[in-house]
């Protein structure tokens, strides 16, 4: 009996030192992508979605139907970022990569630490692959997608991507957040005023669609 415990314990402790968190970035460079946009994870280790630029999201769907929620999505809620002091906000406001001074990489926003931003920790509870979207205006359409675990033989990342720009509608998964936790959040989220707080006040209202009210007024100001 006491040999089998001390086997349990062991094999316990070394499932947790196995185990490993996987780094994604969420708006790198103020791009509309998943930085890596396929990651490998085994049961037991953890994704970090941090969230560097603009106002995001992580929401998860089907393989076959991309940009809309799966049943008990993973939902990160939509998630702004605070542009440093000087930065320049009409730059991060812009479409996908903004002007050119954005597409450069020059704007100070591209320079924010991960560390110091909000993160989205989702635990990997199995192999199935898990198909990631940013519920964000048209932002899933435009690229916005990455896949955690793909098949082998099936949708990878490049097929769930052309699928989703085909997609007619973007939709959040209702309820807040779900299938993970936000730590961190009051490193540069939810700022009272300027371009991002707007949008985000805007996203939050609608929850539900990513063409409605909301969405639109934030995909104005903040896209």
Do not use: E
């Not at 939509?78 to 930065?87: C, E």
């Not at 300027?194 to 969405?215: E, F, Y």
């Amino acid at each position: 009996m006491m040999y089998s415990s001390i086997l349990l314990a062991a094999l316990a402790h070394s499932s947790a030192v196995l185990a490993a968190t996987m780094q994604v970035t969420v708006g790198t460079n103020n791009q509309f992508v998943f930085t890596p946009d396929t990651v490998v994870a085994q049961p037991g280790d953890m994704i970090a979605f941090n969230f560097v630029s603009q106002n995001h999201s992580v929401a998860s769907s089907n393989a076959n139907s991309p940009c809309t929620p799966q049943r008990n999505a993973i939902f990160s809620d939509f998630q702004p970022v605070a542009a440093p002091a000087g930065a320049n906000t009409n730059a991060a406001a812009t479409g996908n990569g903004g002007n050119a001074k954005n597409r450069n990489g020059r704007n100070k926003n591209n320079k924010r630490q991960t560390g110091n931003t909000p993160m989205f920790m989702v635990p990997v509870t199995d192999n199935n692959p898990i198909y990631i979207y940013c519920s964000q205006a048209q932002h899933c359409q435009q690229g916005m997608v990455m896949v955690v675990n793909p098949p082998a033989a099936g949708m990878g990342v490049a097929q769930y991507r052309q699928l989703a720009a085909q997609a007619k509608q973007n939709k959040s998964p209702r309820g807040g957040i779900s299938g993970g936790q936000i730590v961190n959040n009051a490193a540069g989220t939810n700022p009272p005023n300027g371009v991002v707080g707007a949008a985000a006040a805007a996203a939050q209202t609608n929850n539900g669609n990513g063409k409605g009210k909301g969405n639109k007024k934030g995909a104005k100001k903040n896209n």
